[in-house]
C-alpha cells in the first residue's frame, strides 16, 4: 500500500495516490454511516415499538369495573384474541382492559439476553427459525412476532425482556413463567426496576423453583397443586407463596391448608365462558389465569354481587371481603 512508501506524503502530491487516499476515506465513511443505520433498526426497532403502546389518557371502561373487584385477572400470554401472544400489542390490549397481570414467557439467546416467547424454538411465532438458545440477540432483535397471526402486526418485535418490563411497569403487574434464563440475571433486573411487589413467579423445573428460592426468598413463588398432596409439598419443599389449580380440584381441606400458611390461590379459566367466570367469582380463589378478560369482564358487568363473609386468601386488593353471586 502507499503508505508503506518511505516517501508516501511527498506521493501525495502525484494525482494517482491522492485519488486512492480520497477512495479509502469515502469507504471509510460509507461504511460508518451503514453500521449506524444498521444499529438504528436493531436497537430502535424495540423501543419505537413500544412507544407506539402508549396507554391512551382516556381510561377504559371496564378499569374502575376490575379495581373494585376482589379476583385478580392474569391473562394468559396476553390478549391473544386479539393480538399474537407475548407482544407489547397483546399486553396494550390487558393494560386498556384495566387487569391486574400479564402472563408472558421467558427464554434467554445464546449471548445471554433474554427475550419474551412461548416456544424453545423461533419456528411457530416468528420469521426466524431454530432454538432460540442457539440465536444470537443481533438475529433475534430482526424479527419480527406477529406476521405469523396477521400482517398488521409485521412491526411487533421478540421483545426483550428488560425492555418490556420497564414499559409495563406501574400499567399492569407480570406473571413470569420463566423456561430458560440466567436467575440472578432476571433477579438483579426485577429489583433495578423496583417491581418486587409487581411480578410473580413459576418455573416449569423444580430444580429452578429451588435456586430461585435460595437466590430470591423475598420474591413471590406460585407452584402448581393439583391435589392436597401437591399443596403440601409446594407448602414445605417450596414454600411457596401461591398455587394455580382448577377449581374441580380445589378441596375445603386444601383451602384451609392454604388459609393456615397464607397461601395465594390462584384458579384457571377454564372454557372462558360466563358461567365457569360465575363459579370464579363465587370461589375462593384470590386470582384467576384466563384467556379471555373481555369475556370476564362482561360478564362481571352483567353479575349482581353482594357482600359475603368469606374471606380472600391474603388478596392484596381487598383483604377483607368477598363477593358472592346471587
Not at 443505520?37 to 426497532?45: A, I, P
Not at 416456544?119 to 427459525?129: I, S, V
Not at 406477529?146 to 412491526?155: A, I, L, M, S, V
Not at 372462558?272 to 370476564?296: C, Q, T, W
Amino acid at each position: 500500500m502507499f503508505w508503506e512508501h518511505p516517501n508516501w506524503f511527498a506521493g501525495l502530491q502525484n494525482k494517482h495516490v491522492m485519488k486512492q487516499v480520497i477512495k479509502i476515506v469515502l469507504i471509510t465513511l460509507i461504511s460508518i454511516a451503514a453500521l449506524c443505520v444498521v444499529w438504528y433498526m436493531v436497537d430502535g426497532r424495540k423501543h419505537d415499538s413500544a412507544m407506539q403502546y402508549e396507554p391512551e389518557d382516556v381510561q377504559a371502561p371496564s378499569l374502575n369495573i376490575l379495581s373494585n373487584h376482589p379476583v385478580e385477572v392474569v391473562v394468559h400470554r396476553g390478549a391473544t384474541y386479539a393480538a399474537p401472544e407475548n407482544t407489547y400489542a397483546a399486553a396494550a390490549e390487558c393494560i386498556r382492559l384495566g387487569v391486574d397481570y400479564v402472563e408472558v414467557d421467558v427464554h434467554k439467546s445464546m449471548d445471554g439476553v433474554h427475550y419474551i416467547i412461548h416456544d424453545l424454538t423461533l419456528d411457530r411465532t416468528t420469521n426466524g427459525k431454530g432454538p432460540i438458545f442457539l440465536r444470537h440477540s443481533n438475529y433475534i432483535d430482526q424479527l419480527n412476532a406477529g406476521t405469523w397471526y396477521n400482517e398488521r402486526f409485521r412491526d411487533e418485535p421478540v421483545p426483550r425482556l428488560r425492555e418490556y418490563l420497564q414499559w409495563i411497569n406501574g400499567r399492569a403487574k407480570v406473571y413470569l413463567d420463566v423456561k430458560t434464563a440466567d436467575l440472578e440475571k432476571v433477579i438483579l433486573m426485577i429489583r433495578e426496576l423496583k417491581m418486587e411487589e409487581s411480578v410473580f413467579f413459576w418455573f416449569g423445573r423444580d430444580s429452578m423453583a429451588k435456586d430461585f428460592n435460595k437466590l430470591a426468598p423475598d420474591l413471590t413463588l406460585k407452584m402448581a397443586a393439583r391435589s392436597f398432596s401437591e399443596l403440601r409439598r409446594a407448602i414445605e419443599e417450596f414454600d411457596a407463596d401461591m398455587i394455580e389449580c382448577s377449581l374441580g380440584k380445589l378441596t375445603p381441606e386444601m383451602i384451609q391448608l392454604c388459609r393456615a400458611h397464607k397461601v395465594r390461590i390462584m384458579t384457571k379459566g377454564g372454557d372462558n365462558s360466563p358461567e365457569h367466570f360465575r363459579k370464579v367469582m363465587n370461589s375462593e380463589a384470590g386470582l384467576v389465569n384466563l384467556g379471555r378478560p373481555d369475556i370476564y369482564i362482561e360478564t362481571l358487568r352483567n353479575t349482581k354481587l353482594k357482600p359475603s363473609c368469606r374471606l380472600k386468601l391474603n388478596q392484596s386488593k381487598l383483604a377483607d371481603v368477598h363477593f358472592s353471586v346471587f
